[in-house]
């Protein structure tokens, strides 16, 4: 069975950085085709992908937020992390770590299962 | 604003069928079949229902389905159940730059 759980501040303060980090159980990081997402959700709005990483250490970003995220893995420990910086109110949401599943032939894009989700709020 | 574009509600009664549709680009929806969909429902994360257009992960009832026709990709659940109550978002693989896009969400009531 696969389980993730994010943790993290539940409060930060306007331009500070955030580190997030999502500790998971039954795969591992290092196995080829694995990999894990980070995605987030302001309060009463959309889902919001941020980034990915693979097993080989690939790592993919959203477009509109790469020059702020960094994510990183720590295979040893079954640990994703991913730092965000320079917060700012906007930011405010839930985040999620969710794995990528259901692959074909190593391939996908679709997130399964999720985290619970951690709500960090930025506001001085 | 969302890179895929969805209805914010739709609605039907138990029993009936519903439709929701996702819009994208020929960079998105129309040019790959990775193509998910996600269900929510309130205070809960996000659980994958349809991947690859139209494939159902297991523990999923086949009354959800997925089809895609050129830009816009739908999930059609039958037999509406009062617990299919939810929103649900598609997500699309939109290629090595951009790469992951969700929509903005529809919420279904069960009327």
């Known amino acids: 069975q696969i389980t993730l759980k994010e943790s993290g501040p539940m409060l930060v303060k306007p331009t500070q950085t955030l580190t997030l980090t999502c500790t998971f159980s039954g795969f591992s990081l290092s196995t080829s085709g694995v990999g894990v997402g980070w995605i987030r959700q302001p309060p009463g709005k959309a889902l919001e992908w941020l980034a990915l990483?693979?097993?080989?250490?690939?790592?993919h970003y959203s477009p509109s937020l790469k020059s702020r995220l960094t994510i990183t893995k720590d295979t040893s420990k079954n640990q994703v992390v991913l730092t965000m910086t320079n917060m700012d109110p906007v930011d405010t949401a839930t985040y999620y770590c969710?794995?990528?599943?259901?692959?074909?032939?190593?391939?996908?894009?679709?997130?399964?299962?999720w985290g619970q989700g951690t709500l960090v709020t930025v506001s001085s | 604003q969302s890179a895929l574009t969805q209805p914010p509600s739709a609605s039907g009664s138990p029993g009936q069928s519903v439709t929701i549709s996702c819009t994208g680009t020929s960079s998105d929806v129309g040019g790959y079949n990775y193509v998910s969909w996600y269900q929510q429902h309130p205070g809960k994360a996000p659980k994958l229902m349809i991947y690859e257009v139209s494939k159902r992960p297991s523990g999923v009832p086949d009354r959800f389905s997925g089809s895609k026709s050129g830009n816009t990709a739908s999930l059609t659940v039958s037999g509406l159940q009062a617990e299919d109550e939810a929103d649900y978002y598609c997500?699309?693989?939109?290629?090595?730059?951009?790469?992951?896009?969700f929509g903005g969400g529809t919420k279904l009531t069960v009327l």
């Open positions: 990483i693979y097993w080989d250490d690939d790592k």
């Open positions: 997500s699309s693989y939109a290629g090595g730059n951009i790469y992951v896009v």
């Open positions: 969710a794995h990528l599943g259901y692959c074909t032939n190593g391939v996908c894009y679709q997130f399964d299962p």
